[in-house]
């Protein structure tokens, strides 16, 4: 990579940085639970928000970039993430957190749309899929801050400034804010649109290409089973080992951080190994992991199945992107928007898993996650 792209990946990076921003909705949501004193079902409803936003705004999104272009549409996120931040400051109202995580789920359905095209655009087709999958470990540092600057917060172990746990809103806008003056600031040369603007229609006609549908499919099952492990693996945890949900809740922990390092190590891997070998060694992973939480009795057989899941789902999603991107070049704006609709696997997966595990237990959510990673597995031809 030469001088000036690592100078213009130093603003993407925390871009991505911020991209990570989301997932404090799922911190946020049991603190407003308890703040509040709402039911499950009503502090559900700001994660389900997130997941929404994507399927609504994701194409039109795509659409947009060919407009006002990539860097424009992601400066554009960023500054409605900076205001969906800047709201709980002035107060925690379920109607104002509702607005603040509605915007939040906006901003990243633009960021996550407009941010992966606009690598492509600085790598100039040169090792894409390793630097989205350093991007996803920069998005996890994120992720991870989350619930520690929250409870650094309630705590009082840091200035909170009389709002406790809600500090993390303006300690992330404060760094959502330096991204925005650091991308704004940097040239970033892209190339024309060929032809005119792609319609809704011809947008999504691009799922009649092999390539895009099964790509769609993938980043559907990756989302999938990434979220359904979050919600599943506790929860077996305590049917098979009858753990307090305190202890259980490690499990979670387990498996971001075995996909951090996942995503880190990934960034290697594919730098030097062929794209194809690591999906498949991936997948495999993935694949022992379900035979592992679908018979596993004992401790170390579940957390190994939960770390193999952490560390083989860390590069499903840019081995699958940038292979999607690179199959249509002339429309990756609209690829993108497509992939990213995607991310509504998240919604999907958990809600049939739940009623498979209300008819036969925890394995029945396994079993929804392990067709998931069988569809992995016939994409591997696709894969080049």
């Given at each position: 990579?030469?001088?000036?792209?690592?100078?213009?990946m130093?603003?993407?990076?925390l871009?991505?940085?911020?991209?990570?921003?989301?997932?404090?909705?799922?911190?946020?949501?049991?603190?407003?639970?308890?703040?509040?004193?709402?039911t499950?079902?009503a502090?559900?409803?700001?994660?389900?928000?997130v997941?929404f936003?994507?399927?609504?705004?994701?194409?039109?999104?795509?659409?947009?970039m060919?407009r006002i272009?990539?860097?424009?549409?992601?400066?554009?996120?960023?500054?409605?993430t900076?205001?969906?931040?800047?709201?709980?400051i002035?107060g925690?109202s379920?109607?104002?957190?509702?607005?603040?995580?509605?915007?939040?789920?906006?901003?990243?359905?633009?960021?996550?749309t407009?941010?992966n095209p606009?690598?492509?655009?600085?790598m100039?087709?040169?090792?894409?899929a390793?630097?989205?999958?350093?991007?996803?470990?920069?998005?996890?540092i994120?992720?991870?801050?989350?619930?520690?600057?929250?409870?650094?917060?309630?705590?009082?172990?840091?200035?909170?400034?009389?709002?406790?746990?809600?500090v993390?809103?303006?300690?992330?806008?404060i760094?959502g804010?330096?991204a925005?003056?650091?991308?704004f600031?940097?040239?970033?040369?892209?190339?024309?649109?060929q032809?005119?603007?792609?319609?809704?229609?011809?947008?999504?006609?691009?799922?009649?290409?092999?390539?895009?549908?099964?790509?769609?499919?993938?980043?559907?099952?990756?989302?999938?089973?990434?979220?359904?492990?979050?919600t599943t693996?506790?929860?077996i945890?305590?049917e098979?080992?009858?753990?307090?949900?305190?202890?259980?809740?490690?499990a979670?922990?387990?498996?971001?951080?075995?996909r951090?390092?996942?995503?880190?190590?990934?960034?290697?891997?594919?730098?030097?190994?062929?794209?194809?070998?690591?999906?498949?060694?991936?997948v495999?992973m993935?694949?022992?992991?379900m035979i592992?939480?679908?018979?596993g009795t004992?401790?170390p057989v579940?957390?190994?199945?939960?770390?193999?899941?952490g560390?083989?789902?860390?590069?499903?999603?840019?081995?699958?992107?940038?292979?999607?991107?690179?199959?249509?070049?002339e429309k990756?704006?609209?690829?993108?928007?497509?992939?990213?609709?995607?991310l509504?696997?998240?919604?999907?997966?958990?809600?049939?898993?739940g009623?498979?595990?209300?008819?036969?237990?925890?394995?029945?959510?396994?079993?929804?996650?392990?067709?998931?990673?069988?569809y992995l597995?016939?994409?591997?031809?696709?894969?080049k």
């Amino acid at each position: 990579m030469s001088k000036t792209n690592k100078l213009v990946m130093l603003p993407v990076m925390l871009c991505f940085f911020a991209m990570g921003f989301v997932d404090l909705v799922g911190i946020a949501s049991n603190y407003v639970k308890a703040d509040l004193d709402l039911t499950d079902a009503a502090a559900n409803l700001f994660p389900s928000l997130v997941f929404f936003w994507f399927l609504i705004f994701s194409v039109p999104t795509g659409m947009l970039m060919n407009r006002i272009g990539r860097k424009n549409t992601v400066l554009l996120s960023l500054v409605v993430t900076i205001f969906s931040l800047l709201l709980p400051i002035f107060g925690e109202s379920y109607t104002l957190m509702l607005i603040s995580f509605s915007l939040l789920g906006i901003g990243n359905a633009l960021m996550q749309t407009s941010l992966n095209p606009l690598v492509s655009t600085v790598m100039k087709g040169g090792n894409l899929a390793s630097t989205l999958t350093f991007g996803q470990f920069v998005k996890a540092i994120a992720s991870f801050m989350a619930p520690i600057i929250a409870a650094w917060g309630a705590a009082a172990t840091i200035p909170a400034f009389g709002l406790s746990w809600r500090v993390l809103f303006p300690i992330y806008m404060i760094i959502g804010i330096l991204a925005t003056l650091l991308l704004f600031s940097t040239p970033i040369e892209e190339e024309p649109i060929q032809g005119k603007p792609s319609s809704f229609v011809e947008c999504f006609s691009l799922l009649g290409k092999p390539i895009v549908l099964l790509s769609f499919l993938g980043i559907m099952c990756h989302v999938g089973i990434d979220v359904g492990t979050n919600t599943t693996a506790p929860k077996i945890l305590m049917e098979r080992l009858n753990m307090t949900l305190a202890d259980a809740g490690y499990a979670t922990s387990l498996y971001f951080i075995f996909r951090t390092i996942g995503c880190l190590t990934g960034s290697f891997f594919l730098r030097v190994m062929n794209n194809k070998v690591f999906f498949i060694i991936s997948v495999t992973m993935m694949a022992l992991s379900m035979i592992g939480l679908y018979f596993g009795t004992s401790k170390p057989v579940l957390y190994a199945a939960i770390a193999l899941v952490g560390y083989g789902n860390s590069n499903v999603f840019s081995m699958v992107f940038a292979r999607a991107l690179q199959s249509v070049p002339e429309k990756q704006n609209e690829v993108s928007g497509l992939m990213i609709m995607g991310l509504f696997g998240g919604t999907v997966f958990p809600l049939i898993m739940g009623f498979a595990s209300d008819e036969i237990g925890q394995i029945g959510a396994v079993g929804v996650m392990a067709v998931g990673v069988i569809y992995l597995f016939s994409y591997i031809p696709r894969m080049k």
